[in-house]
């Protein structure tokens, strides 16, 4: 590959700034996708982990894309920042939505419900669990589920996906009740 020496060298910059600022959150980025080209994925996960862990608006899409080269190792990763954080939260629910990514959705509905045990209610793991109940084709789950986090706040996004549910589950009064509903919340630019 031609452009190895070019990533090695941004590597050894990468390094030096570290040093001189620890914190920079951009420095993992750009280490993850150097590690990423390099093919070294193991330092690539550790590296978008670590932006993850130093930027709260880190893009944790490009992360997700670079944990789904070696799931086994990423997985564990989680699993170990969660339990060494002493802000576990975070990570839990990174491993959630790695779950998700990765289509263990069984795994994801374990790890959604260890969250809410641990940490209490809130509405988005309700959205987000209907998901994976109903990949899982448990629909009556991802209804009951999404009806929670509706209760405050029944948003365009919330009714489609409901009125989803409920065509899938095969009741098709309520799945167009809420797709009507939706047509009237529809926000612009949908």
Request: aromatic fraction near 14%.
């Amino acid at each position: 590959f031609p452009y190895t020496t070019l990533f090695r060298s941004a590597l050894e910059i990468l390094d030096k700034c570290q040093k001189y600022d620890a914190d920079y959150a951009e420095i993992y980025r750009f280490k993850m996708q150097a590690y990423e080209k390099l093919g070294e994925t193991s330092k690539a996960i550790d590296a978008g982990l670590d932006w993850f862990d130093k930027d709260d608006d880190a893009n944790t899409e490009s992360i997700l894309k670079v944990l789904t080269k070696r799931p086994n190792y990423a997985e564990a990763s989680l699993k170990s920042r969660a339990k060494k954080s002493e802000s576990p939260f975070q990570w839990k629910e990174f491993l959630c939505q790695f779950y998700e990514t990765t289509h263990k959705y069984a795994e994801a509905v374990n790890a959604y419900d260890d969250l809410e045990a641990e940490f209490g209610h809130y509405d988005k793991i309700n959205f987000y669990r209907s998901a994976c109940s109903s990949e899982l084709g448990l629909n009556e789950l991802a209804i009951a589920d999404i009806s929670k986090a509706m209760e405050k706040d029944p948003s365009w996004r919330s009714l489609c996906q409901r009125g989803d549910y409920y065509r899938l589950s095969g009741d098709i009064d309520a799945a167009i009740a809420d797709f009507t509903a939706a047509i009237e919340e529809i926000p612009d630019g949908a």
